[in-house]
C-alpha cells in the first residue's frame, strides 16, 4: 500500500488532535480533582480576585458579569457536579486516546461514539448557554470524529491487507 504525502499529513493531523484531546482529558481530570477538594466559597474569592485583575472597577463590563454570575452560581451541588463530569470526561479520554495511539480496534468506535455524546450535550448547551468555547470545542470534536472514522477505516483495511496476504 504506496502512502501519499496528503495520507501521512492527515496521519499526523490526527495524532496531534488526538494528544491534544488526551492533554485536554489531563487537564479535566486535574481540575475534577481540584474541585472536590476547593471550597465553593474559596473558589468564589478566586473568581473575585481574577475579576477584580481583570476589569478592575469595570463592574459594568460584561466579563465582571460573566464571572460574578460563574461566581454567584458556584454551591456544593454544582461544584460536586462539575468535579464529577470533568473527572468522568478526563477518564474517558485519556482511555480512549491511550487505546488510539496504540492503534487498539476497539477504541475507534468508542472514541467516535463518546465525541458523539459529547457532542449532542455541547449542542444542548449551545442552545441554552451559547458561547464561542463552546461552539469552538464542538466543531473540533466533529472534525476528530471525521478523523477517527477515516483512521478505522483505514486500519480495518490494513489487517484486511495483512490478512489476505498471510493467507495467499
Not at 476589569?55 to 464529577?84: M, N, R
Request: glycine share 6%; proline share 2%; hydrophobic share 60%.
Amino acid at each position: 500500500m504506496t502512502v501519499d504525502p496528503q495520507h501521512r499529513l492527515l496521519d499526523r493531523v490526527f495524532e496531534v488532535s488526538i494528544i491534544l484531546k488526551g492533554i485536554n482529558g489531563v487537564l479535566e481530570l486535574i481540575g475534577g480533582v481540584a474541585l472536590l477538594f476547593v471550597d465553593p466559597v474559596q473558589v468564589r474569592a478566586w473568581l473575585s480576585g481574577i475579576t477584580a485583575n481583570m476589569v478592575g472597577a469595570h463592574h459594568h463590563s460584561p466579563i465582571w458579569q460573566w464571572f460574578q454570575h460563574l461566581a454567584d452560581a458556584l454551591d456544593t451541588k454544582a461544584t460536586v457536579f462539575a468535579a464529577v463530569y470533568l473527572l468522568l470526561h478526563g477518564v474517558i479520554k485519556i482511555v480512549l486516546v491511550w487505546a488510539l495511539l496504540r492503534e487498539k480496534m476497539w477504541a475507534y468506535p468508542w472514541m467516535i461514539a463518546a465525541l458523539v455524546a459529547f457532542i449532542a450535550y455541547q449542542c444542548y448547551e449551545l442552545l441554552v448557554h451559547f458561547s464561542w468555547w463552546m461552539l469552538a470545542l464542538t466543531i473540533f470534536d466533529i472534525f476528530i470524529v471525521g478523523l477517527t472514522l477515516r483512521e478505522w477505516q483505514l486500519h480495518k483495511a490494513r489487517r484486511a491487507e495483512r490478512l489476505a496476504a498471510a493467507e495467499g
